[in-house]
Structure formats: C-alpha cells, structure tokens
C-alpha cells in the first residue's frame, strides 16, 4: 500500500517537475575580442585652461589625461579606445548626461567621460564611467591633487576603469626599476633607473660609477633592494625612492646573486656562496639574522617566495640539469616541479599566487613561459634569441622582462630592450625606454 | 555445288563460333551491381554544425536523448485520446487493408514506416496512433451528408486511400508536408479531394502549434544552435578575469514572441553586491551587456510557449583556461 503511495507521490512529482522545467542553455563561448570603449576628452572650461597654462604649461590637460587612459587601456590588450573622431557628442555634454544612442552607434559598449578644473594651484578632476547598453552609470570619483600629478591621474583612472570592468586590479599607476644600459658591448656603463611603467617619467638613481644588478622591488613598499659592486665585492644595498635614503644591508662572501624581498617585505632572500657552495638564505631586515633555507652541494639561486609567505621556489642543478624546485618556507619538502626538455631559470611566484613564471632554455633559443605551482600546465608565451629575467605586474596578469639582440663580430647591432606580455601570449609590447635596459621589475600599485 | 554451299557455311559457323567462345571482346562483361549502402534517414534538427566546447558536450547528448524520445513519442499526439469514443468500428478493417496495402509495395517510405513502427510498438500506444485522424474527418463529413448518394460513395471511395496515406503520414512531419504538396494537387485535379485537403492542412496546423503532447522544455538542436550563435557573438567575455569556479552567470530570460527581452534576472543577483565578489559582478555585467547587444534575439518562428520563458548559463570557465 505504501508502496502505492510513494509511486503516485513520484509520479505526481515528476509530472509537476517536467512541467515547471525551463529551457537552459548553455554559453561556453564568446567573443574574446577587446572590450570596445570610447574615452571622451575630460572637458576643462577656458578659466581653468588658463590656469594650467600658467602652471603645468599644458592648455588642456583634460584631453591629456584622456590620452593617458586611453593609451593604458589599449596596451593591456582587453580595452579597444574608439577613435576619438568618431564622436558624436561634446565632452561638457556628454560629462552631464551622454546621449547612449550616439555611443552605442558607434559600437561603444562603455564610455569614459570627465570634467577637470583647476583652481588655487589645485587640480580637480571628476570621471564617470558609463554603460552603454544598459545606460547607466557605472562609476564616478574625483581627484583632488597638485597639478604636475596629472600623469598619475590618469594612472589612477585607468586602474579604477580597469578594475571595474575586468574584475581584478589595475597595474597602470606602478613603476618599473630597471639598469639603463649605454656605450659598447665590452664597456658598458649600468645604472639604476626608474618610469612609470608607460615609459614616461625616467629618472636615473645611480650615477653609473659602480656595476648595478638585479634590482627589486618591495611589494609592500616604494623601497628597492639590488647588488651592487664596490671594490669588486658584491654589496646588497636598501634603496627608498621617495626619500633617496640609501644604505647597505651586507657584505657576502663570494658571489651573491638576486636579493629579493618577502611579500611581507620584512626579509630578503638571496642565494650567495658560503664555502664554495651556492645556497638560500634569508636575512631579516629588522635584526639583520641571516638564516640558511637550503644546504645542499648542488647549487641553488634564484629564490622567489609564494604570496603568503609559506613556500620559496627557487632553481638548482640538483638533479644533473638546472630545473626549478619549491619547498617551504622553512626549506622542508624540497620538490621538483620542472620536467620539461631544456634549463629552466629564474622561477617568480604570481603576485596572484597561481603561477610561476620562468626563463628556459632549450636548443638555443629563450622562453619566457609560466607554469601552475605543481609544475603542470606549462606555456611558453614567447621565445627570442635571448631574454630573461621575467617580472610580474602587480595583478599577476602581465610580464615585463628584457631582450637582447645578437650583435655582429665587431660587437655591433648589440642592444637590450624591456618588453611585456600578458598572460594570453598574444598582447607583447616593447616598453620605451630612453637608453638600452634589462633587469627590470615592476613595483606594488603606489596609490594603495 | 552443294557440297560448296556446305563447306562454305559450314566453315562460316565455325568462325562464328570461335569468334564467340574464343574472342575476348565479343563475350558480354558481367554486371557490376554496387553493394547496397544502408542509409540513416535523420531530421535535420538532429545533427548541428557547431563545434561545441567539452561541457557542451554533455548537455548536447542529453538533449539528443530527449530528442530520441520526442521522436518516438510524436506520432501518437494527444488528440487522438481526446476522440477515442467516437472511434468508428469500420476502421480496423481500413487499418487492416492500409497495413496489407503497406506491406506490398516494399518503398523506402515503408521501410521507415516499418521500422518506425517498430519504434512505436515500444511505446504502449499503438492503437490510439493508428485511430489518430479519424474523428476530425467525421466532423468534417457532417455538412456533406446533404449530398446525395452517389456523392456520398465516390467520397467513401477516395477516402479509402487517403485515410491510409494519413496513417502514413504520421511518422514524421517531412512526410506529411510532402504528402499535403500531392493531395492538394490531386484536389486541383479532382475537386471532390478538395475537402479533404483542407482537413489535412488544419490537421497539420493543429499539430506545428497546439500539440499538447509537445515538450515544452527543450528546444530543438538546430534552434538551440541559432540561439547559441547569436549570444556567442554579442558575449565579449572579460579576459581579464581569473579562473575561479566563480565564473558561471544564470539568467533567466523572458520573451516576447517577436524575440525581444520582456524581463531580464539575474538568478544569482545577491553575488553581485557582496563585497569579495567584483569578478562575479564584471562577469555578470557583460553578460548583462550580452543580452542588451543580442536584443531582440531571433527567435524560432513557432511554438512560444516553448522558448517564452529560458535560462541562459553563460560559462567563462573553459574559456578562461579551467
């Protein structure tokens, strides 16, 4: 009898299931290509255009501004800035209330618009981010700064645009340390350098008097570790960009190779040869302990630590062929991760803490590849003649590293350039720098 | 003289013969008969053009399993329950000689009817199939009962065959187009055939629009694809984003019948606020975006009731490197 019952209950519900089920499609694709955004020059009245003429020597520093974004945007790769002559609406108008119709005419699916003032030595600039499709307002801020940050305004609008329509934060207001390289192959003269990661803003740090290596960023900070020789002893100096204040954090013996910061910036690590053996250490910035990781007669450098502070990555020839390895923090379960053909160098963990990337060699040619933090899923993104020294951008989603060209007998044709990728491998620029550079690395965002 | 005459025919059949028997070119070649190539009949909404990503995969078998079902549950549609009572007796023996009818001329038609049926024999409904058009003819004969008698012969006559060819008819909805095409023009030619024609195309209506027996829950492949295309098109997924198992937006759709949005929601719409989850909200926004661009959708011509009301799983993560 229950038996019954429970059959007609089932049924019954069945029935009333099937009926009530909607169709459900599935979306697996879409289209990859770049966002189309219109960026409308930030509109600025003629009292303010004087006013900046007077101070920062630019009339309009709106459309300026504007051109910072649009610029940041379209080297990301995901943001394809309409051309501004395909406007249909004025700034002053379309900062109030923009008429969707002209925009979504154009194809636009977003727009930026703005309005930028400037009085009592004080520059004001207010942006809205709009949806087309929906016709609405997605975001609105202001800025209030001195006038000569105008570049940096622009930075900031881009990441905050950025961060709203793709969902993790930007990387345009950042710089990037790097050695300015010049003269002959043989003879060259290095010194410390810094931009906006755009390009713009180069300043030297170093005259150029001593060999300047591998400088690094604290990720917490605007501070700077890098090695440096003096006298022929490789030194590990401190370096705070915004005072200047330099000083050395050691002396180690023998060859000392590619300091680093902790994420938490409270330590460096390092790998420098003690006895004629290459290996890990960290030393604490505050009580200056130096602490051995690793203690093996192989030779291990490199080291890169996780995000959370609890694994280091690092490469050794441990197993014959330089590969790379990570353990933990404390050195413990040391593993091997690489198993491709070819040498693998220079592991860096993903500010977002899901990849590693790496430099390999293989029949004389560079990659710069990443691969997940068990050593599974590894890309390749580009290969060149040679290239190295990967760096990541503070949302882990773009590159920089440098490449060299091959020079003739007579030692012409030399030359090294910063390039980017990002992480699809199809969006590879070169980043302008005045002189030939390697060795760069890409700062924390300095708005946070 | 005869002798000649002898010798010279008889010389004249052996050269005949050894031409025959012995000369290659003169001997007829066999026949090359070409094996038999068996040949699947499918409808079209079966099979899709569109290459479709691993996840798909599974929701396209599962739909192709319903499909399966559908096919072999159409032909018996619920009408034919409804008229059940009015069934007329005389119709086995018609059923009995459209069978024999059937079964003697060996056509393709037959074939697929045969093995449709077969199909069917696996459905506990046989008999219900076979009265299906009945009833509606007789309310149809109702006004020609004022014709006289020899009329009344000459259209039970003609009815014969065509009651058969109905039977026929219900297999697939091809076949029935294709037969409607003949009857009307056979209803050119022969007026009497004219009514019954016109029943067929009501019939036909009745059963493209308010079939009851219709599942309402899926959509055929082919329209699904066409759905598919289009969104694909309009979605400009944000590259930027991470993999997270996050990446899955539902929204559930409401149409008019001319394709364009009436109500759009939002099925998980309390993610969009929360903080923690910016990359839920930009991965809803275009699919937001999605939508507004693929407005109004194209939609299939017929069945509303169907594509009316829809869910649409927008799923970034195969594209997103999951």
Known sequence: MFRIIN????????????????????????????????????????????????????ENVGSEISSVVENNLKT?????????????????????????????????????????????????????????????EMMALAFTTVPSNWRRVGHIISDKVYERLTGEKGYFDTRIIYVSEEGPKTARVKKLAIMDQDGFNNKYLTLGNELVLTPRFNPT????????????????????????????????????????????????IMSFAKDGNSD??????????????????????????????????????????????????????????????????????????????????????????????????????????YQEAPSWSPNGRVLIFYRETKSNDKGEGFSAKLWSIDLTGYNERQVQTETDASDPSWSSLLSN | ???????????????????????????????????????????????????????????????????????????????????????VQTD??????????????????????????EKLNAVPLPEKEKQKIQPKEEKKQKPSKEVNDENIKKLVETKKPLLDEKKVKQVSEFEKKDKLDLNEIAALIDKKKENLAEIKQDEDKISQSSDETMDYSTLTLSEEDALKAQIFTCWSVPIGLPFSEDLLVRVKLQLKPDG??????????????????????????????????????????????????MILNFDARDMLGG
Request: net charge positive.
């Open chain 1, 76 to 136: 990301s790769g995901l943001f394809n800035p309409l051309s501004k002559d395909a406007f249909l609406q004025k700034p002053d108008i379309a900062h109030l209330k923009p008429r969707f119709e002209d925009w979504a005419l154009i194809k636009a699916q977003a727009l930026i618009t703005g309005k930028v003032t400037m009085e009592n030595k004080k520059l004001k600039v207010e942006f809205r981010l709009w949806d087309i499709l929906a016709g609405r």
């Open chain 2, 92 to 117: 086995k023996k018609k059923n009995e000689i459209s069978k024999l009818a059937s079964k003697k001329t060996p056509t393709i038609e037959n074939n697929i009817e045969k093995l449709k049926k």
């Open chain 1, 280 to 385: 890990i250490y960290t030393m604490d910035l505050e009580n200056r302990i130096v602490e051995r990781i690793t203690n093996h007669p192989s030779i291990d450098t490199s080291p890169s630590y996780s995000p959370d502070n609890k694994f280091i990555t690092f490469n050794s020839d441990r197993s014959g062929f330089q590969q790379i390895y990570i353990m933990k923090a404390d050195g413990s379960n040391v593993k091997r991760i690489s198993f491709g053909k070819g040498l693998y160098g220079t592991p860096v963990w993903s500010p977002r803490g899901d990849l590693i990337a790496f430099t390999k060699l293989h029949k004389g040619k560079f990659y710069i590849g990443v691969m997940r933090t068990d050593g599974s899923g590894e890309r390749l993104l580009t290969e060149n003649y």
């Open chain 1, 221 to 268: 900070s605007q501070m700077v570790t890098y090695l440096s020789y003096f006298k022929n002893l490789p030194r590990v100096y401190l370096l705070d960009i915004e005072t200047g204040t330099q000083e050395v954090v050691g002396d180690f013996p023998g060859m000392t190779f590619a300091p680093r910061f902790s994420p938490d910036g409270k330590k460096i």
């Open chain 2, 1 to 87: 003289m005869y002798r000649g005459l002898l010798i010279s025919s008889g010389f004249h059949v052996a050269i005949v013969m050894v031409s025959i028997l012995a000369l290659p070119f003169v001997a007829k070649k066999p026949l090359d008969i070409p094996p038999l190539i068996s040949v699947e009949l499918i409808q079209i909404a079966e099979k899709t053009n569109i290459p479709f990503a691993p996840k798909a995969s599974k929701i396209i078998e599962k739909a192709k399993k319903e499909n399966n079902k559908l096919l072999s549950e159409q032909a018996p549609p619920k009408k034919v329950k409804k008229d059940k009572k009015k069934e």
């Open chain 2, 260 to 309: 364009s949005i009436e109500k759009l929601e939002m099925l998980d719409h309390i993610k969009m606020n929360t903080p923690g989850k910016e990359k839920f909200r930009t991965l809803a926004d275009s699919v937001r975006r999605a939508i507004q661009l693929c407005n109004p959708l194209k939609v299939p011509t017929s069945g509303y009731e169907r594509w009316k009301n």
């Open chain 1, 7 to 58: 059959l007609t209950f089932i049924v019954i519900l069945l029935t009333i299931t099937r009926a009530n089920s909607l169709i459900e499609i599935d979306i697996t694709r879409g289209n990859l290509d770049p966002l189309p955004i219109a960026v409308s020059p930030l509109y600025q009245d003629d009292k303010s255009k004087k006013n900046s003429i007077n101070e920062i020597k630019i």
